[in-house]
C-alpha cells in the first residue's frame, strides 16, 4: 500500500495535520486498534492518515456521531495482522474485530464495517437472535423482531436488498447471487450477510463524498458486472432505505449524548 495512490473528494477532516493510529482511536473510540509487526513506521504514518479520513468521511456519509463508526467502544481493528487465504478483509464476530490486510485490504473497509453494524444490531433488534447471528440473518428467518421505529426503519433495508419491489419475491440480486454461489458450489453471495454487506458497499460509494480507500469496487468490476452489486431502479431503492435508516439513527445517537435530551432509540447502539 505504500506507493499506492487512493482517489479522494470530501471535506478536510484533519487541516492536512499528521495523524496516528493513536488519534484514530482516541477520535472513533474504538476498542482496540493493533498494528502487525512487519508494518514499517512510514507505512504506519501513511495507513493512518488514510484510516482517519476514510472513517471520519464514513461519519460524514451516514450521519452520525464517532460512537457509531465504534459502535459504542466495543468495535476493535487489526491492520496487518494474520488473515485468512484469499481473503483481503474480513470481521471476526467471535472478538468483534474487523481486520484488513496490510497490502490488499484498501477499498473494503465500508463492507467489513458493515458486517460489524449487521451484527452488532442482531440483539438490538431480534429478542432471539444468537450471539453468532447477524440481523440481516435473524431477518430472513424471521426471528422476533423487538418493535422500534429504528429497527423498522432497518427492516425496510433488508426487505429493499432481498425483496423484489413488490415485497413478495427474491430481488434480481438475490437470485443472481444464488446464482453465482451454485457455479461456485458454495454460498457466500446470496448470504444475507454478504449481500447486505455489498448493497451498502454500493450506498456508501454512491455517496457525494467519495473515497476509494473507504469503498471501491460496486460499479465498474467483474462482480458489478455479474451483477453481484445492486444497479439501477433497485440500487435507488436501497440508497433511499439506507439513507433514511442512517438519517433516523444518526439523530437518534446525537440525542443520547445530550443527558438533558430524549433518549428514544438510543438502546439500539448501547
Same mark, same amino acid.
Given at each position: 500500500?505504500?506507493?499506492?495512490?487512493?482517489?479522494?473528494?470530501?471535506?478536510?477532516?484533519?487541516?492536512?495535520?499528521?495523524?496516528?493510529?493513536?488519534?484514530?482511536?482516541?477520535?472513533?473510540?474504538?476498542?482496540?486498534?493493533?498494528?502487525?509487526?512487519?508494518?514499517?513506521?512510514?507505512?504506519?504514518?501513511?495507513?493512518?492518515?488514510?484510516?482517519?479520513?476514510?472513517?471520519?468521511?464514513? #461519519?460524514?456519509?451516514?450521519?452520525?456521531?464517532?460512537?457509531?463508526?465504534?459502535?459504542?467502544?466495543?468495535?476493535?481493528?487489526?491492520?496487518?495482522?494474520?488473515?485468512?487465504?484469499?481473503?483481503?478483509?474480513?470481521?471476526?464476530?467471535?472478538?468483534?474485530?474487523?481486520?484488513?490486510?496490510?497490502?490488499?485490504?484498501?477499498?473494503?473497509?465500508?463492507?467489513?464495517?458493515?458486517?460489524?453494524?449487521?451484527?452488532?444490531?442482531?440483539?438490538?433488534?431480534?429478542?432471539?437472535?444468537?450471539? @453468532?447471528?447477524?440481523?440481516?440473518? $435473524?431477518?430472513?428467518?424471521?426471528?422476533?423482531?423487538?418493535?422500534?421505529?429504528?429497527?423498522?426503519?432497518?427492516?425496510? /433495508?433488508?426487505?429493499?436488498? #432481498?425483496?423484489?419491489?413488490?415485497?413478495?419475491?427474491?430481488?434480481?440480486?438475490?437470485?443472481?447471487? /444464488?446464482?453465482?454461489?451454485?457455479?461456485?458450489?458454495?454460498?457466500?453471495?446470496?448470504?444475507?450477510?454478504?449481500?447486505?454487506?455489498?448493497?451498502?458497499?454500493?450506498?456508501?460509494?454512491?455517496?457525494?463524498?467519495?473515497?476509494?480507500?473507504?469503498?471501491?469496487?460496486?460499479?465498474? @468490476?467483474?462482480? $458489478?458486472? #455479474?451483477?453481484?452489486?445492486? /444497479?439501477?431502479?433497485?440500487?435507488?431503492?436501497?440508497?433511499?432505505?439506507?439513507?433514511?435508516?442512517?438519517? /433516523?439513527?444518526?439523530?437518534?445517537?446525537?440525542?443520547?449524548?445530550?443527558?438533558?435530551?430524549?433518549?428514544?432509540? $438510543?438502546?439500539?447502539?448501547?
Amino acid at each position: 500500500m505504500s506507493s499506492r495512490q487512493f482517489f479522494r473528494r470530501g471535506p478536510n477532516h484533519r487541516d492536512q495535520q499528521p495523524v496516528t493510529f493513536a488519534d484514530v482511536r482516541r477520535k472513533f473510540g474504538f476498542r482496540s486498534i493493533s498494528i502487525g509487526r512487519w508494518v514499517t513506521q512510514a507505512e504506519r504514518d501513511r495507513a493512518a492518515a488514510l484510516f482517519y479520513d476514510a472513517l471520519a468521511d464514513l #461519519m460524514s456519509i451516514l450521519q452520525g456521531p464517532e460512537l457509531l463508526i465504534s459502535l459504542r467502544q466495543t468495535l476493535s481493528f487489526q491492520y496487518g495482522i494474520g488473515g485468512r487465504p484469499g481473503m483481503l478483509a474480513f470481521y471476526e464476530p467471535a472478538t468483534r474485530t474487523f481486520s484488513l490486510a496490510k497490502n490488499a485490504g484498501p477499498g473494503s473497509i465500508a463492507h467489513e464495517w458493515f458486517h460489524a453494524l449487521d451484527h452488532y444490531l442482531a440483539d438490538k433488534a431480534f429478542s432471539d437472535a444468537s450471539g @453468532t447471528m447477524y440481523a440481516s440473518e $435473524a431477518w430472513l428467518r424471521d426471528a422476533t423482531p423487538v418493535p422500534h421505529p429504528l429497527n423498522d426503519r432497518l427492516f425496510a /433495508c433488508f426487505k429493499s436488498i #432481498m425483496l423484489d419491489e413488490m415485497g413478495e419475491n427474491p430481488s434480481e440480486l438475490f437470485r443472481i447471487s /444464488c446464482r453465482a454461489d451454485e457455479a461456485n458450489g458454495c454460498v457466500y453471495y446470496s448470504d444475507p450477510a454478504e449481500l447486505c454487506a455489498r448493497a451498502f458497499e454500493a450506498f456508501v460509494q454512491d455517496a457525494s463524498i467519495n473515497n476509494n480507500f473507504l469503498v471501491s469496487g460496486t460499479k465498474a @468490476t467483474d462482480e $458489478a458486472r #455479474m451483477g453481484l452489486y445492486p /444497479c439501477g431502479r433497485h440500487r435507488e431503492r436501497i440508497n433511499s432505505a439506507f439513507r433514511e435508516y442512517f438519517s /433516523c439513527l444518526g439523530r437518534a445517537l446525537q440525542q443520547s449524548a445530550q443527558p438533558s435530551e430524549h433518549k428514544s432509540g $438510543a438502546h439500539l447502539i448501547s
